[in-house]
């Protein structure tokens, strides 16, 4: 009889849910990531913000997203942690957690090859940070290099929201 329990536990064990440390686990963005993330998102507005940990900008902008999340439920949030530091997830899914961001869709860069990834999403990106692309319910991307403004990001939620009424 105690096999039987001990053996009913350990099943259990492998069934049950995923512990917390898990479930924030960040997806390896590698060949193919950008592709499958636009195909995921087809139809939906999506803002997707490339930045990293030893970022500057991108340390005063994370909560401001984090923020903007909160206010536009209708905008799928991704961010991709696109660091030229690698090998750093601790510490993104510590910064992402204070920001406000730890629900959203998170990437990080899993290839050592990272121009590959970066001429994948855009040929003439060259690597800086922070840089966000809206993609629009049509497909349509807008790119903007350096730090986003709410308020522009606030105008293209709000005619996102208006292109379905």
């Known amino acids: 009889m105690k096999r039987h329990l001990l053996a009913a536990l350990i099943l259990l064990g492998t069934l049950a849910p995923a512990p917390a440390a898990e479930q924030g686990a960040l997806k390896q963005f590698e060949r193919g ?7 995921a ?3 939906h507005p999506t803002l997707v913000h490339f930045w990293g940990v030893t970022c500057g ?13 909160k206010d536009h439920p209708g905008v799928d949030v991704v961010t991709i942690s696109a660091d030229l ?6 510490a993104t899914r ?17 290839d050592g090859f990272a121009e590959r990834l970066r001429y994948e999403i855009d040929p ?24 986003a403004e709410i308020a522009d990001l606030s105008k293209w939620s709000d005619a996102q929201a208006a292109a379905i009424r």
Do not use: Y
Request: contains cysteine.
């Open 85 to 90: 530091v690698p090998n750093l997830p601790d």
């Open 124 to 147: 003439a990106w060259q690597g800086d940070i922070p840089r966000t692309m809206l993609v629009a319910r049509d497909g349509t991307i807008t790119t903007i290099e350096g730090s």
């Open 41 to 43: 998102h087809k139809g």
């Open 57 to 69: 900008p991108c340390k005063v902008e994370l909560p401001e997203l984090g923020q903007f999340m």
């Open 94 to 110: 510590s910064m992402l957690d204070r920001a406000g961001l730890a629900s959203a869709e998170n990437w990080i860069f899993g």
């Open 33 to 39: 990531s950008w592709q499958q993330l636009l195909r």
